[in-house]
């Protein structure tokens, strides 16, 4: 897709989000994303990539990362973590919506807790549909909205509320699982799980880890 490209700063969010990752590693991201890449192969594009947390876990087999990110301080400190990836990676300005890829040009796309930000998630999943080889796969992790109906209020209204402005955008009650099937993408493989798996349950506590089927051509 061409067209103009629009970073997407969130100058606040971005530099707290990157005093918090140590902490979300430690307490178990690491091993989450781990199990998100294992076994990945060819070449691929990461959709909000961030400040490249996930560039230390892709396997060797994995050729080039293209890694397309919108917000100006994350982005320029994924290139930093680019230079010490034991893959390939390419760090791309661009966004969701408006992939800067040629049409069926990667073998696998990676979401990892991107989709609660992404502004229009249905044109993003169409967009990864479109780059995404035919025979092709999505790996995701995600919160995503709760199973009860208390949490799910309170998602509602953290959401109507103060939320969004003090995460960078982030809506706690996105379907994760119906916004990538409603893509046209077959779930092949699914876990839930809590995030962080702590004892007090947050809005976002919520995941869902798994692999998707890129739909035939």
Not at 35 to 50: F, I, K, N, T
Not at 84 to 89: K, Q, R
Not at 94 to 120: M, N, Y
Request: net charge positive.
């Amino acid at each position: 897709m061409t067209g103009p490209v629009m970073d997407r700063p969130r100058r606040l969010f971005s530099r707290l989000y990157v005093r918090a990752c140590p902490g979300m590693e430690a307490e178990g991201m690491a091993e989450l994303r781990r199990e998100l890449l294992a076994d990945l192969s060819g070449e691929v594009v990461e959709v909000g990539a961030g400040n490249g947390m996930n560039f230390g876990h892709y396997p060797r087999a994995v050729k080039l990362v293209v890694a397309v990110e919108p917000e100006p301080y994350l982005r320029d400190r994924a290139v930093r973590a680019a230079v010490d990836a034991s893959v390939l990676v390419r760090v791309e300005r661009g966004t969701a919506e408006r992939l800067p890829l040629p049409d069926a040009s990667v073998d696998v796309a990676v979401l990892c807790l991107v989709l609660c930000s992404i502004q229009d998630r249905a044109a993003a999943i169409d967009e990864l549909r479109r780059v995404v080889r035919p025979g092709g796969e999505l790996r995701f992790l995600e919160h995503t909205v709760a199973v009860t109906a208390g949490l799910r209020r309170v998602q509602w209204v953290a959401d109507a509320t103060v939320w969004p402005l003090l995460a960078g955008g982030c809506h706690t009650a996105v379907d994760a699982l119906a916004t990538i099937t409603a893509g046209g993408f077959t779930v092949t493989s699914l876990r839930t799980l809590r995030f962080p798996d702590r004892r007090l349950t947050l809005p976002t506590t919520p995941h869902v880890l798994g692999r998707a089927a890129a739909p035939p051509p």
